[in-house]
């Protein structure tokens, strides 16, 4: 098995608030091969965003602080409390984020291209001339119509779905091998998000990323994702092949995840809330496992200590009593 | 707000102004200089218009007797400063309450009246702001001629209301609409009622950074009038006419117009921070 | 192409009627305080030492103060649009006239005075923005505080007196050197008139850049705040490119406003500088015509300066509008 690209170790991250301070991600690990898809799922709250935003280090700080046991390594090397020239090396040329705003994350004033342009002249040499030609070739093959006229245009000249194509062009600009999509269709329409995951699978398959996909929209999971991490109040509650996850998923929460979203139709954030209750709040998580409070199957040992991240067969981590041995103890687990 | 939630809400604005320690320092520093002014007669170790002794005190540098020195008259300049404190300090607040008042007025007015109303209240506001305040000022002066305080302070007054109408005038309109006045119209409750127990008690914070600002910035003006010859008429002492006559002898005694300058800048930073406190204490998320 | 040539039109139209109206408001203004001072307009002015008789006699005549209140009204408006301002009783001649000597010697100050504001005023902003809260934020911070608070005319007189008296730096006063002038080679001329130029100049700059350092430090923090900075920094993108390109473009767009705004302000403090360093212009012109009760020239200088003021705000609002990509072409 060959190196990792980006192996994440006790990645955590805490939050400075009025109300003392909240644990967003509580040591997380996890990796992403490369050329892999891997799909990161949870409802808001979950630290998904977080840790999406860490990796590139985009958390301001103050008020959120990454703990000096983090580690996050890509290609061997931790990148964690890294200075500013560090992560500058590693940003839009290693690794692309997209993120889920696109009318948001286009500067207004500035044309398209000219945005997508400054991308590839910050990560090769070459002439401006050069780079807006490459710039064209870039929308291009993010699927935009017409793309030297669209690269003089502005952002509030374009549709929702053009200008997530014109996010992504930017965001690939800089020839990144893995690239973080937050939420990539999460502000779009629902004809214009088949587009958008149509053209995310063909770029992979075209140019070999690794994907770490950031979402709660499951149909996106099932189309491109080759192992699914669910993430439950700060914690990875679930890490399987994404087949896995479909077919057997051990985690009440992944259970429950897939099933409202197998269940009626409507937006996702539907599907998501038909579990009851809603996700605690970083600055008080429950105690023992933190997903108690809202789950049918817990049961005298969930309340009492909190599950670790089990093996249950290959590939396949849960954190769940219902699944692993607690130390000792075995009576009263329903079977 | 209903004019409860308001009252409330004021009382809650006095205690935050004090914890925010910007507001502390400017109500500090503007209570020091409200004090000085004001205690000027006993202050100042000499009387502002004595003319002490014209063979030997001409232009004495600042020395134990006379901290500022004297002016070409042999005025005692320390004492001079601190009885223009007063005749500045006061011109501007009662400025500055004329101002308030009519450009509340005002504003309430064109916000809560008609739409003719407000169009040709909002013209004359309009060219209030184009016309540049000393043009202005310039040009009421030679109408009215008379240079009392009095007239002084009307005219200062009412050249400075447009922007506090503007505030009042905003918040009449976005008032207007709310339910607890459409409900109090229908209950067949006054206008002017209207206004005084629910518009006023909201706007009276805004009114007062406004205020504090323009304490400041009237000062500045009444200064440059004086100043020019057309403000507080000597032997009077105004800190800018006494930095007219410092002009004269700028090189050879530059504490004459270096004194009340100082004072003048003093003043105004002192306004300016009582203005940001109030603000802070009115936004405290917003520093 | 040629839909958005006519909203363009529309929109040039719409502001400068909008600009006219003011102007007509302000002409209005100025008619009702005539009427509105004590006694009979012009009463005083007759006193006047310098007003003969005669042109009393026409100015009477030409605005029709025999006449009932509208019909004087009428005439004075279409006397101003007409170019007809009255008369200066001092100098016996046309007030645009007396003016025509002096406003060039204003257009100057004021265009040298709003090109250093805001240069300073930008540039203290950019620093104090791109690291704020930091020690040099602080201190900027109090110095614009500092120079927002100063008397203009007092800041001329303790620069006139460091730099000009006391250093020799910079002349004390005039537009050129009134002996070597004329027989100075062009090159040299130039450099006379600038540093003649400066103390004025740098004067009124220095407390316009207060105020707008002030602003331009809030616009670019707000603008860094904005998603799409993220963003750019997710590219990889180095800090200057960040603030410059990405903050900077966006946040000098309200300061285009700011140029009409500071306007008025500036014209006030253009009054006391002239008189401090006796600059010939418009400001020492009023006021002289004040201490002369020159009546027509005080009324006809506000007009002009209110005029400049309207037109300096269409100007800049019709610049927003070319300048943001967004407004260019909708309606």
Not at chain 3, 228 to 243: D, H, N, P, Y
Request: glycine share 8%; aromatic share 6%.
């Amino acid at each position: 098995m060959s190196a990792p690209l980006l192996s994440l170790r006790h990645l955590t991250v805490d939050y400075a608030t009025d109300r003392g301070t909240a644990r967003a991600v509580d040591s997380v690990s996890l990796d992403v091969a490369s050329g892999e898809t891997v799909a990161l799922v949870g409802e808001s709250g979950s630290g998904k965003t977080t840790l999406a935003l860490s990796l590139l280090g985009l958390l301001p700080e103050p008020p959120a602080r990454v703990a000096p046991e983090s580690r996050i390594e890509y290609q061997g090397a931790n990148l964690a409390g890294g200075d500013n020239a560090s992560w500058r090396r590693v940003r839009g040329r290693e690794m692309g984020m997209v993120f889920q705003d696109p009318s948001l994350s286009l500067n207004p004033v500035l044309t398209v291209g000219s945005q997508v342009a400054e991308v590839v002249r910050t990560h090769s040499k070459c002439t401006r001339r050069e780079a807006t030609t490459r710039a064209a070739e870039l929308l291009a093959m993010v699927g935009v119509d017409s793309p030297a006229l669209r690269a003089r245009q502005y952002a509030h000249q374009l549709s929702g779905g053009l200008r997530q194509r014109a996010m992504i062009a930017i965001a690939l600009a800089g020839e990144p091998k893995l690239l973080i999509a937050d939420e990539p269709t999460a502000a779009l329409d629902v004809t214009v998000q088949a587009q958008i995951v149509e053209l995310l699978a063909e770029l992979r398959r075209r140019l070999g990323m690794a994907v770490l996909l950031v979402t709660h929209d499951f149909g996106l999971v099932a189309q491109m994702a080759d192992r699914v991490v669910v993430m439950y109040a700060g914690q990875v509650a679930e890490m399987a092949p994404a087949p896995v996850v479909f077919s057997g998923a051990a985690h009440p929460y992944t259970q429950g995840l897939l099933l409202a979203a197998r269940g009626g139709a409507g937006s996702a954030e539907r599907r998501l809330a038909a579990i009851p209750g809603a996700p605690p709040a970083a600055t008080a998580w429950p105690s023992a496992c933190r997903f108690h409070p809202r789950c049918a199957r817990a049961w005298n040992h969930c309340r009492a200590e909190a599950p670790q991240l089990e093996r249950v067969s290959e590939g396949h981590d849960a954190r769940c009593w219902l699944v692993s041995e607690p130390a000792g103890e075995t009576g009263g687990r329903p079977s | 707000m209903t004019a409860g939630a308001a009252t409330a809400a004021l009382v809650a604005f006095a205690a935050r102004l004090w914890t925010a320690p910007r507001a502390r320092l400017g109500l500090l520093l503007v209570a020091l200089l409200v004090l000085a002014a004001a205690a000027a007669p006993w202050l100042a170790p000499y009387d502002p218009s004595a003319q002490l002794d014209l063979a030997t005190l001409q232009l004495a540098p600042p020395s134990t007797a006379h901290p500022l020195g004297t002016d070409l008259f042999s005025r005692d300049v320390l004492s001079r400063l601190l009885h223009g404190a007063r005749i500045s300090l006061s011109i501007a607040v009662l400025a500055v309450l004329v101002a308030v008042t009519v450009g509340t007025a005002v504003g309430l007015a064109a916000g809560y009246g008609g739409p003719v109303l407000d169009a040709v209240l909002m013209r004359v506001v309009d060219s209030g702001l184009a016309i540049p305040r000393v043009f202005l000022l310039l040009m009421v002066l030679a109408l009215w001629e008379r240079s009392t305080s009095l007239t002084l302070i009307l005219v200062l007054g009412l050249t400075s209301w447009f922007p506090t109408s503007r505030l009042a005038r905003a918040e009449a309109l976005s008032v207007r609409r709310r339910d607890y006045v459409v409900a109090a119209r229908a209950l067949g409750l006054p206008s002017w009622r209207i206004l005084l127990r629910h518009v006023l008690p909201n706007i009276a914070p805004a009114l007062l950074v406004s205020a504090a600002l323009g304490v400041g910035q009237i000062v500045l003006v009444e200064a440059g009038l004086s100043f020019l010859g057309v403000g507080v008429q000597p032997p009077t002492a105004s800190w800018g006419n006494m930095i007219a006559d410092g002009q004269t002898h700028l090189l050879a005694a530059p504490w004459l117009a270096a004194a009340p300058g100082l004072a003048l800048v003093l003043t105004v930073i002192a306004f300016s921070v009582l203005a940001d406190g109030l603000q802070d204490a009115l936004n405290p998320r917003s520093s | 192409m040629g839909a958005g040539l006519v909203t363009v039109l529309g929109f040039l139209v719409r502001r400068l009627a909008q600009a006219a109206l003011v102007s007509f408001a302000v002409v209005t203004v100025t008619f009702v305080l005539l009427h509105l001072a004590p006694g009979e307009p012009l009463a005083t002015f007759a006193e006047s030492p310098y007003a003969s008789p005669e042109v009393v006699a026409q100015m009477r005549r030409n605005f029709g103060l025999d006449q009932p209140l509208l019909v004087q009204y009428g005439r004075y408006l279409a006397n101003i649009t007409r170019g007809d301002w009255g008369m200066s009783f001092a100098q016996h001649r046309p007030v645009l006239a007396a003016f025509r000597d002096t406003v060039g010697n204003t257009a100057v100050l004021a265009l040298a005075a709003l090109l250093l504001d805001f240069g300073l005023g930008i540039a203290a902003g950019v620093m104090q923005a791109s690291r704020p809260r930091s020690v040099t934020d602080r201190i900027l911070s109090g110095i614009s505080l500092v120079f927002y608070s100063v008397p203009v005319f007092w800041l001329g007189l303790m620069l006139l007196l460091l730099l000009g008296e006391a250093l020799h730096w910079f002349p004390v006063g005039g537009v050129v050197d009134p002996v070597l002038y004329p027989s100075l080679s062009p090159a040299a001329q130039l450099v006379d008139r600038l540093r003649h130029l400066a103390l004025p100049a740098l004067t009124l700059a220095l407390v316009g850049a207060g105020a707008t350092a002030r602003y331009q430090r809030a616009a670019l923090l707000d603008a860094m705040r904005q998603e799409f900075v993220r963003t750019a920094k997710a590219r990889g993108l180095s800090e200057r490119a960040v603030v410059w390109r990405h903050g900077l473009r966006n946040a000098l767009l309200p300061t285009i406003t700011l140029v009409g705004l500071s306007l008025p302000a500036l014209l006030s403090g253009v009054v006391l500088v002239e008189t401090v360093f006796s600059w010939p212009g418009m400001g020492r012109l009023t006021v002289s015509a004040i201490t002369q009760r020159d009546y027509p020239v005080v009324m006809g200088a506000a007009l002009l300066a209110a005029f400049s003021v309207v037109l300096a705000n269409a100007a800049a609002d019709i610049a927003y509008r070319f300048a943001d990509p967004r407004t260019r072409e909708a309606r």
